[in-house]
T-cell receptor, first 112, second 112 residues
Framework: KAGVTQTPRYLIKTRGQQVTLSCSPI?????VSWYQQTPGQGLQFLFE???????NKGNFPGRFSGRQFSNSRSEMNVSTLELGDSALYLC???????????FGQGTRLTVV | GQQLNQSPQSMFIQEGEDVSMNCTSS?????WLWYKQDPGEGPVLLIA?????ELTSNGRLTAQFGITRKDSFLNISASIPSDVGIYFC????????????FGKGTRLSVIA
């Protein structure tokens, strides 16, 4: 059974640009959560999607958005990038009725 | 928001030694999860705990769900070099769709 797949693995963007990250969950998992990981703050919850609907949202500005497709794949978008957005962005998928979250390898975003 | 206090922040141990780390919260959790993250990778689920007092093992790893439901412990016995990494605790405060809350991690270094 394939794990959670995130693309791309690495990205370099300049300030002001926007970026889209992709996540394919484990087959059969309908919940996808996104996290931002930085050395100082640890894993910070961005949002969670279930059946194409945003079910939970963390405390991030509106520049961070996401969506989920009918096949449960999810994308997150960050607009007007700032230097502080440089981080490892992790996606996790969870089976219905379950708590155990399984993570992808992450996308390392560097904003210059 | 809810916070998990994870300690110690880092530890240096000799190969073969046992390791203990813990996570505490000011509020009650229904689920505790322990993850390990290697450099440049996403966190990997090690152990999941669902009941107060539960003690669960996974090889040389043992984790316990505290009876107050406000803490959890992870022990690693007879550490080996590949145990190096960052260990995270995560908790869910209510059953259902509540997002996981993560501790800031314990960085483990093993000296051969």
């Amino acid at each position: 059974k394939a794990g959670v797949t995130q693309t791309p693995r690495y990205l370099i963007k300049t300030r002001g640009q926007q970026v889209t990250l992709s996540c394919s969950p484990i087959s059969g998992h309908r919940s996808v959560s996104w996290y931002q990981q930085t050395p100082g703050q640890g894993l910070q919850f961005l949002f969670e999607y279930f059946s194409e609907t945003q079910r939970n949202k963390g405390n991030f500005p509106g520049r961070f958005s996401g969506r989920q497709f009918s096949n449960s794949r999810s994308e997150m978008n960050v607009s007007t990038l700032e230097l502080g957005d440089s981080a490892l962005y992790l996606c996790a998928s969870t089976g219905t009725g379950n708590t155990e979250a399984f993570f992808g390898q992450g996308t390392r975003l560097t904003v210059v | 928001g809810q916070q998990l206090n994870q300690s110690p922040q880092s530890m240096f141990i000799q190969e073969g030694e046992d390791v203990s780390m813990n996570c505490t919260s000011s509020s009650i959790f229904n689920t505790w999860l322990w993850y390990k993250q290697d450099p440049g990778e996403g966190p990997v689920l090690l152990i999941a705990l669902y009941k107060a007092g539960e003690l669960t093992s996974n090889g040389r790893l043992t984790a316990q769900f505290g009876i107050t439901r406000k803490d959890s412990f992870l022990n690693i016995s007879a550490s080996i070099p590949s145990d190096v990494g960052i260990y995270f605790c995560a908790g869910q405060s209510a059953p259902g769709n509540t997002p996981l809350v993560f501790g800031k991690g314990t960085r483990l270094s093993v000296i051969a």
